[in-house]
């Protein structure tokens, strides 16, 4: 009788503590990053390390993902690669480009997370975080290591349902780059 009693009063401590935001609500956000990013089919991105997702509880929402902003092979030199140099600033050049794209896509998927975990408190945040990859033969200068935005999930829900225009959109994100 003791077990019973116990396996029931188990069972029901662990349901009590059942995060707002489930596990299956954050794989299916994480899907949903690796999809997108992957999808680029103009200019793709390299996923690196797929979409990471977790819950912070009285916080809220954290996904990472690791990319480079260039989807290339590494640079091979040889005596018959001409022009090594100008090829370097090119890649540079085109990522530089890409940085901005990457936070507007980083600002849609956040968005979209609003809306894809209900059981989040509106008060709590999303947080995106992209780890960007160079090459060591990379010229790296105004590029970026991280890129983190963080947003509260209300603002981003009222924002969506008003149809907010992208700068104002862009105006609800903390940004930290390093």
């Given at each position: 009788?003791?077990?019973?009693?116990?396996?029931?009063?188990?069972?029901?401590?662990?349901?009590?503590?059942?995060?707002p935001?489930?596990?299956?609500?954050?794989?299916?956000?994480?899907?949903?990053?690796?999809?997108?990013?992957?999808?680029?089919?103009?200019?793709?991105?390299?996923?690196?390390?797929?979409?990471r997702?977790?819950?912070?509880?009285?916080?809220?929402?954290?996904?990472?993902?690791?990319?480079?902003?260039?989807?290339?092979?590494?640079?091979?030199?040889?005596?018959?690669?001409?022009?090594?140099?100008?090829?370097?600033?090119?890649?540079?050049?085109?990522?530089?480009?890409?940085?901005?794209?990457?936070?507007?896509?980083?600002?849609?998927?956040?968005?979209?997370?609003?809306?894809?975990?209900?059981?989040?408190?509106?008060?709590e945040?999303?947080?995106?975080?992209?780890?960007?990859?160079?090459y060591?033969?990379?010229?790296?200068?105004?590029?970026?290591?991280?890129?983190?935005?963080?947003?509260?999930?209300?603002?981003?829900?009222?924002?969506?349902?008003?149809?907010?225009?992208?700068a104002?959109?862009?105006?609800?994100?903390?940004?930290?780059?390093?």
């Open positions: 009788m003791k077990p019973l009693l116990l396996i029931g009063i188990a069972t029901l401590c662990f349901a009590a503590s059942e995060p935001v489930s596990l299956t609500a954050l794989k299916s956000m994480e899907g949903s990053i690796n999809d997108r990013i992957r999808s680029s089919i103009a200019d793709p991105y390299d996923l690196l390390g797929t979409a997702g977790t819950y912070l509880e009285g916080y809220g929402a954290v996904f990472t993902v690791q990319v480079n902003l260039v989807l290339l092979p590494a640079l091979r030199v040889s005596p018959f690669t001409p022009n090594v140099d100008k090829a370097i600033v090119e890649v540079h050049d085109h990522k530089v480009r890409k940085v901005e794209a990457l936070k507007a896509t980083m600002r849609e998927l956040m968005t979209d997370a609003s809306k894809s975990l209900p059981g989040m408190p509106s008060e945040r999303i947080v995106m975080e992209a780890i960007l990859f160079n060591s033969w990379e010229q790296t200068r105004d590029l970026p290591r991280r890129i983190t935005l963080t947003a509260y999930k209300q603002k981003l829900l009222d924002a969506a349902n008003h149809h907010a225009t992208p104002e959109m862009a105006a609800l994100f903390q940004e930290e780059v390093l």
